[in-house]
Nanobody, 118 residues
Framework: VHMMESGGDWVQAGGSLRLSCSVS????????WGWYRQAPGSALEKVAI???????SYASFAEGRFTISRDNSANTLYLDMKNLAVEDTATYFC?????????????WGQGTRVSVAA
C-alpha cells in the first residue's frame, strides 16, 4: 500500500488549502481513512476520519474549518482546510483506520507540508 500526499503550501493565516492523498495498492472505498498531522517537535495527532458507518469525524481544532472527503473512483482522500491558523502548521499525512483504532498502516507516505504565516 502506498500513499502520496500533496497540496501543502505556504499560506497566510485565514487562507485555504486542499490536501490530497492518492492511495495505491488498496481500494479506499469500504474502509475508514483519515488525516493526521505532526508539527515540529510535537506528537502525531488525528485531524479527521471518514468512514461509511460513521461519516466524518473531526478533532476539535478542525471542526467547522476542515472538511474530509474522498473520491472512490480516483482512490483519493481529500482535506479541505479554511481559515487556517499558525497553529495548523504541520506535515499532514493520510492513513487507514477508524477514530478509535488509529492509523493501521505502518508505512506512511512522505506527507505534505502546510506552513501558515501570521
Amino acid at each position: 500500500v502506498h500513499m502520496m500526499e500533496s497540496g501543502g503550501d505556504w499560506v497566510q493565516a485565514g487562507g485555504s488549502l486542499r490536501l490530497s492523498c492518492s492511495v495505491s495498492g488498496i481500494e479506499i472505498t469500504l474502509d475508514p481513512w483519515g488525516w493526521y498531522r505532526q508539527a515540529p517537535g510535537s506528537a502525531l495527532e488525528k485531524v479527521a476520519i471518514i468512514s461509511i458507518f460513521h461519516g466524518a469525524s473531526y478533532a476539535s481544532f478542525a471542526e467547522g474549518r476542515f472538511t474530509i472527503s474522498r473520491d472512490n473512483s480516483a482512490n483519493t482522500l481529500y482535506l479541505d482546510m479554511k481559515n487556517l491558523a499558525v497553529e495548523d502548521t504541520a506535515t499532514y499525512f493520510c492513513n487507514k483506520g477508524d477514530w478509535w483504532s488509529g492509523p493501521e498502516l505502518s508505512d506512511w507516505g512522505q506527507g505534505t507540508r502546510v506552513s501558515v504565516a501570521a
